[in-house]
């Protein structure tokens, strides 16, 4: 962990939560809800710090997909919602948050770029009608998830045929259970797989990760 601090920030210039941040991966979602919320307020500050391009890499990755610029897409585990201001930036018009901390969710509604956000938890079903989005983007939030066979089979269910399903996962929770439900979910022909990528920087000035733990992006195709 980051070293020393005086309450507020660490030695590396970001908050405790920033600091916290691994110590997470096993909470469960009252834990985590509680966290997030108490993050909400320097999240945006600290994101930068530490490095973090997925939100710009996954709207790049909407974008290289043809996913039109007006059709409605969801935001999984949005957060503050610095992957709806990036899909924004884009050109993305109709976009769809939803997360389990209500702090970020507050967070996500002041920079004015969603249409809807609602609070939700991925490891239900998420409470949408069959094939009303055009793609599904989850970015840094499936390290949380418990149910990720079923939140597979749910983005699939939200998401119409043909469009795009995107996520990234750490390289050390891409492990063989993670693993069993995208060859799950590709054997029940829900989706077809478009990329996965190489291992990418994750959080490279945060110590706990830089050399030690990056990302994969993951893009498939609805069937
Ligand atoms: C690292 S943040 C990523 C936020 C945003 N996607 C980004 O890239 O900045 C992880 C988010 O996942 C949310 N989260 C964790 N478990 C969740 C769950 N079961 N359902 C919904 N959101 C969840 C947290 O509240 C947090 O906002």
Known sequence: MTGASDGNSSSAGYSDSASDLTRMTDAGPDALAAYYDNWAGSYDADLPRMGYE???????IMVEQGVPFDAPILDAGCGTGLTGLELATAGYSDITGIDLSLESLQAAEAKDVYRHLKKRDMNKTLAFGDNGFAAVQCIGTLTYVREIKQLFSEFCRVVKRG?????TQRSDLYDDAFTKAIHATTKAKKWELISHSEP???LPNHEDFADKKHIFYDVYRVK
């Open 200 to 202: 990418m920087p994750y």
């Open 54 to 60: 997925a939100p710009k890499r996954a709207a790049s």
């Open 163 to 167: 469009g795009i399903v995107c996520f």
